[in-house]
């Protein structure tokens, strides 16, 4: 149901926008099915907006609600695809890193047992597609880990480096800590305090 036209009117006045012919906007905008920019029907969800520029206070176009709050129309005047959607979601990840982050541990611990019965109904499943995903992309993989390890070499020599506190007591690098495990030390340690 379109806003009524005397309430869209006085709402656009209100929020700065500039127009010749409000009446004949107001006929455009209601007439308008679609997104001007992604071309997407108008839904309940996916609402139509009317926007301007916020410094001149001119019309721009009718968007759905998605591209008006990005401003994907703007940035890519000639159409919004797959590499922008990409860089767009990236740009996005980037700038907030900390909120998705703690987004996602908030919904992971309101929804804990469902994961995990989730997980414990698809552990062959998930072991099976896990092991067909490795064989079938075993060199990309292979390729990709040799590729981190390049672009990072150094903080993984920092992290390997890195000195820890053995359950025995030693200090040890991260990277013997397998290694210290099977020493004299630390299994008379283990065998004096587990047994």
Known sequence: MPI??????????KSGLICDDYNALYETYINTTECQHCQKEFTE???RCLDHDHETGLFRKIVCNRCNVSDS???YPNGFTEQ???EYIQEYQRANKEQIKERKKEYYQANKEKFKEYNQANKEQSQEYNQEYY???KEQIKEQIKEY???NKERIS???NQKIKCECGSIVCRSYIAKHKRTKKHSDYKLNNFV
């Open 4 to 13: 009524p036209k005397y309430d869209a009117i006085y709402k656009w006045k």
């Open 45 to 47: 969800k996916n609402r």
């Open 73 to 75: 129309y703007i940035k």
């Open 84 to 86: 922008d959607r990409k």
């Open 135 to 137: 064989q079938a992309n």
């Open 149 to 151: 390890q390049r672009a």
């Open 158 to 160: 920092a992290y390997k």
